[in-house]
């Protein structure tokens, strides 16, 4: 055999070598895309009791039957993670936080806090402050885009038997003062806004919407809640995903 014919030979063989490796490498990297493409986007719920579901089972959380409504309209979202626990103020909100140290970017981040302030008789304009600086968290869990930050307004405790009907009125102002701020506070974020303290005053002559507490709001008060939130969430995925397709992001 020549010398020239094997030279051939050899430029054969790491040539088809090459493209052999050239053709894994394609395929894995097909895999990859595909792999990033299904993976379900997070979504990351901040709050209190209305948040963790006191009192009523883990699926009739709020941001459990959200996740889920999201999924059944054709969106790979995942289950929540959820930092909540009942009696949490801003501020406690603020240190579980600060503790747990979620890695974001999240492509939803929700946040349903302050009527533990209310409760306890701490001024709005603590809360005004901590509430700044919880937003400003949520945005940053959320990848630095406060567009895919939801807010609820804070339902009113007080049309509930635990409030007594001595203090409903008193309670209502309060609640709707803490909501103002909320609502001027999300504004100056660029985050969306909820309200669904009217809702939570259907309680006041529809017990089923409480929980056997006589204090929380019940799975159906919840899917109500959902059912006003879920076009806001519905619009920040689709925006978010449109996005992404577009400049190779991932959520």
């Known amino acids: 055999m020549s010398s020239a014919l094997v030279c051939r030979l050899l430029r054969s063989w790491f040539l088809l070598r090459r493209m052999g490796w050239l053709c894994s490498l394609s395929i894995l990297l097909a895999y990859m895309a595909h792999a990033q493409d299904t993976t379900p986007m997070r979504y990351l719920a901040l709050g209190d009791s209305y948040t963790i579901g006191e009192s009523v089972a883990v699926a009739e959380r709020w941001p459990v039957q959200l996740a889920a409504q999201v999924r059944a309209q054709g969106f790979a979202l995942g289950e929540p993670q959820i930092i909540a626990r009942t009696g949490w103020t801003t501020d ?10 979620p890695q974001g970017p999240f492509a939803l ?3 349903l806090i302050g009527v533990n302030n209310q409760y306890r008789g701490r001024s709005s304009a603590e809360y005004r402050m901590q509430l700044r600086q919880l937003l400003d968290t949520a ?3 959320a990848g630095g885009r406060p567009e895919r930050v939801l807010v609820l307004s804070i339902p009113d405790w007080g049309v509930t038997p635990f409030a007594g009907s001595s203090r409903r009125a008193a309670i209502a102002t309060a609640i709707d003062l803490f909501n103002t701020v909320k609502r001027e506070e999300t504004a100056r974020l660029g985050a969306h806004y ?3 303290t009217p809702l939570s005053r259907r309680a006041l002559h529809d017990p089923t919407l409480l929980a056997p507490d006589g204090l929380h709001p019940s799975g159906s008060m919840y899917t109500q809640w959902v059912a ?7 619009h ?9 397709s577009a400049d190779g992001r991932k959520l």
């Open 92 to 101: 406690e909100l603020m240190a579980a936080l600060t503790g747990q140290a």
């Open 109 to 111: 981040v929700s946040l």
């Open 139 to 141: 945005m940053s869990l």
């Open 194 to 196: 909820v309200d669904i």
């Open 228 to 234: 006003l939130a879920l076009p806001t969430a519905l």
């Open 236 to 244: 920040i995925l689709r925006t978010e995903t449109a996005g992404a």
